[in-house]
């Protein structure tokens, strides 16, 4: 006789009797055993893992990828060479917004402990509170882990 897993799911988080796992469309972001998990906690707020790490690297490379502006400006206006270097550096300041955005923007997660970390896996998509309840509920149910709303 073969055992099934019956799996649950809420809009990108799944969960079987042997994993908990956060997708984006058809890949794997974070997949934790759920036999190593002591504690989930549902949460709406930061959900950067490091937030003074992303705020410091995000003002450093925003600071950078302005720096080369005033030069291509020049190349523009007066002429002259350019190098690739100086159209690349200005993207840095894309990923510094995103490193802060990653703490400005609250959303909706489980904070999930296990035995040597914790982790967040971050809800992506509309919460519904109902749905949501009826997750939260669910969860314990497949693994036996209770989940403490904390909102």
């Not at 950078?64 to 550096?89: A, C, K, M, N, Q």
């Not at 992506?124 to 309840?133: F, H, I, K, Q, S």
Request: glycine letters at 6%; one cysteine or more; aromatic letters at 10%.
């Amino acid at each position: 006789m073969t055992h099934e897993s019956k799996t649950i799911s809420y809009l990108n988080i799944e969960i079987n009797d042997k994993t908990i796992t956060e997708m984006d469309d058809i890949n794997i972001v974070i997949q934790l055993p759920v036999d190593e998990i002591n504690t989930i906690s549902y949460k709406y707020g930061c959900t950067a893992e490091r937030p003074l790490v992303n705020i410091i690297l995000g003002i450093i490379f925003i600071g950078s990828g302005l720096h080369s502006l005033p030069s291509i400006y020049y190349w523009f206006t007066e002429g002259g060479t350019i190098t690739e270097f100086d159209f690349v550096i200005p993207m840095l300041s894309v990923l510094g917004l995103w490193l802060i955005s990653t703490v400005v923007i609250s959303r909706h997660y489980l904070h999930v402990f296990t035995v040597n970390d914790s982790r967040k896996l971050i809800l992506r998509g509309d919460v519904v509170r109902d749905e949501l309840d009826c997750f939260l509920t669910q969860i314990y149910d497949a693994i036996k882990i209770e989940v403490t709303d904390t909102i």
